[in-house]
């Protein structure tokens, strides 16, 4: 077969959903089908110069952005005339309420939707984007979502949710989640991380990887870290735009056992989890959050808020907190620091859970459903 992927962003952009693109492209392309992506030539806050490149197999079209729709969404009409004069089997879209959507009316080839749950609490987005969010839904959302051949929703509580927002049959649902690549479930090396780090061996490490953003609730772990001053806090990420408000932050609370070291580089983010001895991820929201099967990966106990697809994908595997609730999150870390049985018990589950979400499992769901479509047309 041959596949587009249609995103709003890609490679050299860093993300989960640019990451999700990747490793469904490669996987695909080990199968032997032909995949392409076609995205914007924008990087964040920039442009980028090269139009068309191969990226590890993946053949890469970049058109020209007109405008940006807040953080994330732009406006590259150019893709539209790409997907009609496309000879391809399937068109794979990704995310919703984006403009690139439009696409779906210059083909009649099978169309897929992977949204990446897009139910952003308010307050996450300007009060202009969530009167944007409000109107298209009301008026075109369930428009849109209908003309899909299939919805590609990342949990079950995804389903649950677009299946109530807009009363579409559950049958137009298929669930094929996010995951991690098969060599992700060795485990590294604890100590390189702490070296580079002048982290002790005695010390206990509670770390935070994610971008640095307002959405993902890092602010909690400055303000908890004053009733573990013996504990070192990391947090680790590219900055989002909320590193100055944290830094300053940290400053007001005299929080010195907080740490901001950066950008992780991606060799040594997995000996980092593997090194922490409790994984806590604050987010007020997130559509899946890969970082967690990652920490899974690593034998990570794992501590998160109970926000968005966490509980999904955590399952029974590790321990939540009431999402923005400091008081909650501060009773589940002691009980965490205080209980090395208990923090032992969650590594184990959790690593047990990350083997079925393994990119090369779910490719083979996703190769099903495609093949489904595409031999109805023949």
């Keep these: 077969m041959k596949i587009i992927m249609i995103t709003p962003s890609f490679y050299p952009v860093e993300g989960g959903l640019e990451r999700h693109v990747y490793y469904l492209s490669k996987e695909l392309i080990k199968k032997g089908h032909q995949v392409e992506v076609f995205t ?17 197999g993946i053949k890469i079209r970049r058109f020209r952005t007109w405008f940006n729709l807040g953080d994330f969404a732009s406006f590259f009409p150019g893709v539209f005339k790409a ?21 779906l009316f210059f083909t009649e080839k099978p169309c897929f939707l992977t949204p990446h ?29 209908n003309r899909f051949n299939k919805i590609l929703s990342i949990t079950d509580l995804e389903t649950g949710w677009f299946v ?47 971008r640095i953003h307002r959405s993902k609730g890092l602010d909690l772990i400055v303000k908890v870290s004053k009733y573990f001053p013996k504990i070192k806090f990391l947090i680790g990420g590219v900055d989002g735009g909320y590193m100055s408000e944290l830094k300053i932050l940290k400053e007001n609370l005299g929080a010195d056992n907080v740490f ?14 593997r090194s922490c001895d409790v994984f806590l991820f604050p987010s007020h929201y997130e559509g899946f959050g890969i970082v967690v099967l990652e ?35 501060k009773n589940k870390l002691e009980l965490l620091i205080k209980n090395k049985k208990l923090r032992d018990k969650y590594s184990s589950l959790g690593y047990e859970r990350v083997q079925s979400f393994t990119w090369s499992n779910i ?16």
């Excluded at 997907?83 to 984006?98: C, T």
């Excluded at 094929?176 to 060795?186: A, D, S």
């Excluded at 808020?305 to 999150?329: C, E, H, M, Q, R």
């Design 83 to 103: 997907i009609k004069e496309s000879d391809a089997d399937i068109f794979h879209f990704h995310n919703y309420r984006h403009p690139h959507l439009l696409g």
């Design 295 to 329: 920490a899974f990966s690593q034998k990570a106990c794992v501590l998160s808020s109970y926000a968005g697809a966490l509980p999904w994908v955590i399952d029974n595997a590790g321990l939540t907190f009431k999402d923005n609730d400091l008081k909650d999150l």
């Design 117 to 145: 749950w897009p139910n952003y609490p308010k307050g996450l987005r300007s009060s202009l984007a969530d009167l944007f969010v409000i109107v298209f839904d009301l008026f075109f959302g369930k428009f849109f979502l």
């Design 260 to 273: 901001f070291i950066g950008e992780i580089p991606e060799d040594m983010k997995l000996n980092a989890l």
């Design 164 to 210: 109530k927002k807009f009363n579409l049959s559950r049958e137009k649902f298929v669930v094929i989640p996010n995951g991690i690549p098969e060599n992700y479930l060795t485990l590294r090396d604890s100590k390189n991380f702490r070296k580079k780090y002048n982290i002790k061996y005695k010390d206990f490490v509670v770390l935070s990887l994610s």
């Design 363 to 378: 490719v083979n769901m996703l190769e099903v459903e495609y093949g489904r479509l595409v031999d109805k047309k023949v």
């Design 40 to 56: 914007s030539d924008r990087n964040r806050n920039k442009k980028i110069q090269l139009k068309e490149e191969i990226y590890e």
